[in-house]
C-alpha cells in the first residue's frame, strides 16, 4: 500500500496538482494508494469519480497542516506501507523521522518552493525537513543543481522527470470548439499556464504584433487565469490585437486537449521573476503528446521537456528580437511540422507507466 501526503491535487489546477494526480494513479498498478489532500472547491464530485481512496483536509491553513500531519503519521503507525510521498518539503515537515522510519518516504522537489536564500529561516526549514526522506525527487536536472546551491548536498536526491496524462481522445464537440476559435487562421499559437509574471505573457503579445505583417492570419489561444488578466487585457487592446489574440480564463479538460491539438506551436517562454523559475514544464509535454513543438525559456528546467532544435527551442524570453526569431525560425520552411514529429516520439517517454517504474525500482 502507497500514501500520498499532498497539499497540490485537483480538482485544483496547476503542474503539480496534474504531477501528484498521475503519480497516484500511476501507483494504483502496483497496490491500493491513500491520499490525504487539501479540499477545493468541486473536490466532493472529483473524489467521487475517482479510483482513488481519497481524504479531504479542510480548515484554516495554519490547522490543517498539524491536523494532516497528524492523520499521516497515525496511518503510517497503524498499516504496512510500501512507500509514502510528499508534495512539499512543507508536508513532510511535521512528520517524526521515527515515524517515517517505518517505511521509505519520498519528497518531490519542484523549484519555486525550493528557492529560498541560503540561511534565510525558510531555507533552513527545507532543509530540515527534506533530511527526513528517503529520497528527494527533483523533477529536472535544473531543480537538482538548483537544490545544491541552495545548500542541499545530500546524494539522495534523483532526477525523476513529471509523467504525463496525455494524449486523451478529442471528443467531436471539442473539435468543433477548437475550430469556431482558429477558423482558418496560420499560425495558430497556443500557451496553456496561469497568468503571471514567470510566462511572459506581455512580450509574446507585443512578439504577436510585430509578425502581423509576415502572418496577417495569427491567431493566438492562452489558456488560464491569474494575477496578470487586468494588464494582460489591457495590453491586448492597447496593441490591437482584439482578433489576434484570445484569453479562455476557464476550460474544461475537452476544451483544452481540443486547441492544443488544432494548434501549430506551443509557446511559454517563462523568465525568472522574483523567486519564481520554471522547474520543469509539464505543458510541453502535453503539446508534444499532440504533435506539437514548443518555444520555451531557457533559465529553468525546459531542457529537460524540450529538446533544443528538434522538439523545439529555447529562447530568452525577456528578450523580445529572440523571441521574434525563434518564432520565424520554428514557421520557416514548415519546421514546425517537423519538429512537432519529434516532439510527439519524445512524449513517449513521459507516459506514467515508463515514470513510475523509476520510483518502484527505488523503493
Known amino acids: 500500500m502507497f500514501l500520498i501526503s499532498t497539499r497540490n491535487f485537483p480538482p485544483d489546477i496547476g503542474g503539480i496538482q496534474n504531477l501528484m494526480e ?10 491500493p494508494v491513500k491520499v490525504f489532500a487539501d479540499n477545493f472547491e468541486n473536490s466532493e464530485s472529483y473524489d467521487q469519480n475517482s479510483k482513488l481512496n481519497i481524504q479531504r483536509i479542510s ?26 510521498f510528499f508534495d512539499h518539503w512543507k508536508s513532510i515537515e511535521n512528520i517524526e523521522i521515527s ?29 530540515n525537513a527534506l533530511g527526513k526522506a528517503n529520497f528527494i525527487i527533483a523533477n529536472s536536472h535544473f531543480t537538482k543543481n538548483l537544490l545544491s546551491k541552495l545548500g542541499y548536498e545530500n546524494k539522495n536526491i534523483k532526477v525523476i522527470n513529471p509523467g504525463c496524462n496525455y494524449p486523451i481522445q478529442v471528443k467531436k464537440e471539442a473539435k468543433n470548439f477548437a475550430e469556431k ?14 497568468l503571471d509574471g514567470r510566462k511572459s505573457h506581455k512580450n509574446i503579445l507585443m512578439t504577436i504584433k510585430n509578425l502581423l505583417p509576415k502572418f496577417p492570419k495569427l491567431k493566438y489561444v492562452s489558456i488560464g487565469d491569474g ?13 490591437g490585437l482584439l482578433d489576434q489574440v484570445k484569453f479562455i480564463y476557464k476550460s474544461t479538460e475537452q476544451e483544452k486537449v481540443g486547441l492544443l491539438e488544432q494548434s501549430d506551436i506551443f509557446i511559454m517562454p517563462s523568465v525568472v521573476y522574483k523567486k519564481s523559475v520554471e522547474g520543469f514544464g509539464i505543458t510541453f509535454i502535453e503539446a508534444a503528446s499532440y504533435g506539437k513543438p514548443s518555444i520555451a525559456g531557457k533559465f529553468g528546467g525546459e531542457a529537460d521537456a524540450v529538446q533544443e532544435g528538434k522538439t523545439g527551442y529555447l529562447c530568452d524570453g525577456n528578450d523580445l528580437n529572440d ?30 507507466n515508463k515514470i513510475i517504474k523509476k520510483y518502484i525500482e527505488l523503493i
Open 22 to 31: 498521475g503519480l497516484s494513479n500511476a501507483l494504483l498498478n502496483h497496490g
Open 59 to 84: 480548515g484554516f491553513k495554519i490547522f490543517k497542516k498539524y491536523r494532516k500531519a497528524n492523520l499521516v503519521k497515525e496511518f503510517i503507525n497503524n498499516n504496512d506501507l510500501r512507500a509514502v
Open 99 to 127: 515515524t517515517l522510519e517505518r517505511t521509505k518516504s519520498f519528497c518531490l522537489v519542484h523549484s519555486k518552493e525550493i528557492n529560498h536564500a541560503i540561511g534565510s529561516s525558510l531555507n533552513k526549514r527545507m532543509m
Open 181 to 194: 476559435i482558429y477558423g482558418d487562421a496560420f499560425p495558430k499559437l497556443i500557451t496553456v499556464s496561469r
Open 227 to 239: 494575477d496578470e488578466k487586468s494588464n494582460l487585457e489591457k495590453l491586448k487592446k492597447e496593441l
Open 323 to 352: 523571441l521574434y526569431e525563434t518564432l520565424l525560425k520554428v514557421l520557416d520552411n514548415e519546421q514546425y511540422k517537423k519538429l512537432g514529429a519529434n516532439a510527439f516520439e519524445f512524449s513517449k517517454n513521459f507516459s506514467w
